[in-house]
């Protein structure tokens, strides 16, 4: 295959013909540059979305309770609904098969928190074991909380990433004792959450602990759980309606009442992203296959061009012994040579673009808009691919023409 | 060299066809230099495409150095082309983009000749031409007489059996001509056939010998110099 006599004839074919080779490059390159260009835009939008909903577990529900807002069996409406650590149990027993992970949670604001000299505000929130994966938080450094941690109520705590920033500085802030409203709890543990700053700012104690301190009686202000996987998003939803409707019937609440006990399932809002997700995934990928076609067209329209200018001396090499299988080669090598060549050119310019102005799109909502390699260069080999059919069915014609028509062409 | 015997062709003219050649009989031996006469449309630029291998006759017998012609693909005839043949158009027919030397070596790479050996071949028949100073100029660098020598040693460079020449002069002055014409009768001289078609009785009379067509078929056919080398 490796000629080097075929490679000068073609390296001079295309020097001498300066405006051709540059014409033809240009159309390739332009458009896998637009296809680099619109692909990682789609991405970068893509990206932010995903960043938007990744805080939590996405088959996570979680339960709070408020006042109620319609009388209902001779109760008047603005009655405070509670929960109470019964509840824990009984949501635990009646739904046994349809949860994952479960915790019942009580949660304080503005927290006091001291550590030597440095004070900050924090959020505590008291929980089982069982929140860190609903939470979908992974830890750092030491361990989270325990069920042995529970039972003894003991004051230890696992602290975001922030927190341990704040406090400590570059420094580890495990196995270290700090002050939460007057009273010393002992770091265990370090996490970082993808649902972002904020979530990696609370400090998790256990839940019994908490409720001791802050709970005259065994209150709990709302649950979290995430439900068995395996359920279809369709069968958790009708799960979570059951629940519902069994909450309110425990604690006596019109049926239609919105307020008084509110359940939460991501999984809908999971679907909607999905759907979302899809739908820009479809917009991408006809703008990509859009981009190549109108490539595939240019670079076929400059290949019978080309072919159609040169007839005449294609018909002067083979009056001088060119084989028509020589003629088709040299064409489909010039054309493959100079679609991968500019391909990559377009390729580069388009990462490089992307990597360039990729910070600057973000307050659009465009975050780290990028290309994975495989897919530009994919894109590169359809269009040489083309560039080579393109190039081969002109080609193919002007080989088979007679010489000396060829030669009387003008 | 070239045995042609009742050769016809016609081309299609719309739902007619058009006949040209209407069953030629010639031969032509080694070492000849022959010119075919005619006016337009006598059918002579067609015979020279059939027995250069550019176009096919429909009937009749063509034999090349032996070797008959008949139903030769693309790639068969152009390695005829490159072996036996070699052509002067009267338009040229150089590659614009390629100096001078590079037309020369062309025939050679399609011959699958070295770069280097090309380059020294190309580079001798550009002296035999007189035009070794011009090998890298571009053809519209050149003259009309120059390009047709170029044409002419890109004709000679593969040393064929027989040099084609279709109106070598037609798109040249007369004194420009008569140089061409002096180059071709060298080349005879060295024993190459040289087949000339013209429609110039002066171009002609330069020649050994004289065929004469008309409406498709050969009028006469003479021998105008004493001094034939041919042996029968």
């Known amino acids: ?410 | 060299m070239i045995k042609i015997k009742k050769l016809h062709k016609s081309y299609p003219i719309g739902k007619d066809f058009l006949h040209v050649l209407k069953g030629i009989d010639l031969h032509i031996k080694e070492g000849e230099f022959v010119s075919i006469m005619g006016s337009s449309g006598s059918g002579k630029s067609t015979l020279l495409n059939i027995v250069g291998l550019l176009d096919e006759h429909d009937e009749g017998d063509y034999i090349l150095n032996g070797q008959k012609i008949e139903k030769l693909d693309e790639k068969k005839a152009a390695i005829l082309r490159n072996k036996f043949l070699g052509f002067v158009f009267q338009s040229f027919n150089l590659i614009a983009y390629k100096n001078a030397l590079e037309n020369v070596a062309l025939p050679l790479y399609y011959k699958g000749i070295g770069r280097k050996e090309r380059q020294k071949i190309a580079m001798e028949y550009l002296d035999k031409v007189g035009l070794r100073d011009w090998a890298n100029h571009l053809p519209n660098e050149l003259s009309g007489g120059q390009k047709q020598r170029v044409a002419i040693a890109r004709a000679l460079v593969t040393k064929p059996k027989v040099v084609l020449a279709d109106e070598p002069t037609g798109a040249l002055d007369s004194t420009t001509s008569e140089s061409v014409m002096e180059l071709l009768k060298e080349i005879n001289d060295e024993g190459m056939t040289v087949f000339v078609i013209t429609h110039e009785e002066d171009i002609a009379a330069q020649t050994d010998r004289i065929v004469r067509l008309k409406d498709g078929v050969i009028i006469s056919d003479e021998l105008v110099n004493k001094n034939v080398k041919i042996t029968i």
């Open chain 1, 1 to 410: 295959m490796f000629d080097l006599d075929r490679w000068v004839e073609i390296f001079q074919t295309l020097s001498k013909n300066k405006l051709r080779t540059a014409l033809s490059g240009f159309t390739i390159a332009f458009a896998i540059l637009l296809f680099t260009l619109l692909f990682g835009v789609g991405n970068g939008l893509k990206h932010t979305f995903e960043k938007q909903f990744a805080r939590d577990a996405q088959n996570s529900v979680y339960i709070n309770s408020g006042r109620t807002s319609k009388p209902y069996k001779g109760l008047q409406s603005g009655r405070r609904i509670q929960f109470r650590n019964e509840d824990t149990k009984f949501i635990n027993e009646k739904f046994e098969d349809d949860i994952e992970f479960f915790s019942p949670n009580i949660q304080r604001r503005n927290v006091s928190v001291i550590y030597k000299n440095e004070h900050n505000t924090y959020t505590v929130r008291g929980v089982y074991p069982d929140y860190q994966p609903l939470e979908s938080a992974e830890i750092e450094g030491g361990r989270f909380l325990s069920y042995l941690d529970l039972k003894r109520r003991s004051k230890v705590i696992a602290i975001g990433r922030l927190v341990e920033k704040d406090l400590f500085g570059n420094l580890s802030a495990i196995g270290k004792n700090i002050n939460l409203d007057g009273f010393s709890y002992k770091v265990i543990g370090v996490f970082n959450d993808p649902g972002g700053d904020q979530d990696e700012r609370y400090i998790y104690a256990p839940f019994t602990t908490v409720q001791s301190l802050y709970k005259p009686n065994d209150e709990v202000d709302y649950f979290g759980f995430t439900y068995n996987p395996k359920l279809e998003v369709d069968q958790a939803l009708a799960f979570t309606n059951t629940l519902t409707k069994i909450l309110k019937k425990k604690f006596k609440v019109n049926p239609r009442d919105q307020g008084a006990i509110r359940v939460r399932n991501y999984a809908e809002g999971t679907r909607n992203v999905q759907q979302l997700m899809f739908g820009l995934n479809v917009i991408i990928l006809f703008i990509g296959i859009g981009t190549l076609i109108a490539g595939v067209i240019g670079i076929s329209n400059i290949m019978v061009y080309i072919v159609k200018e040169r007839t005449k001396e294609l018909g002067i090499r083979k009056a001088l012994g060119a084989t028509p299988k020589s003629i088709i080669g040299m064409i489909m090598l010039e054309s493959v040579f100079v679609t991968a060549l500019a391909g990559y050119v377009g390729l580069l310019i388009g990462m490089l673009a992307l990597k360039g102005l990729g910070a600057s799109l973000e307050e659009y909502g465009i975050l780290d808009p990028s290309v994975e390699t495989y897919v530009v260069v994919g894109a590169t080999i359809i269009l040489i691919i083309a560039g080579t059919i393109a190039g081969y069915i002109p080609a193919k014609r002007a080989a088979s023409i007679k010489p000396i028509v060829a030669l009387n062409d003008n």
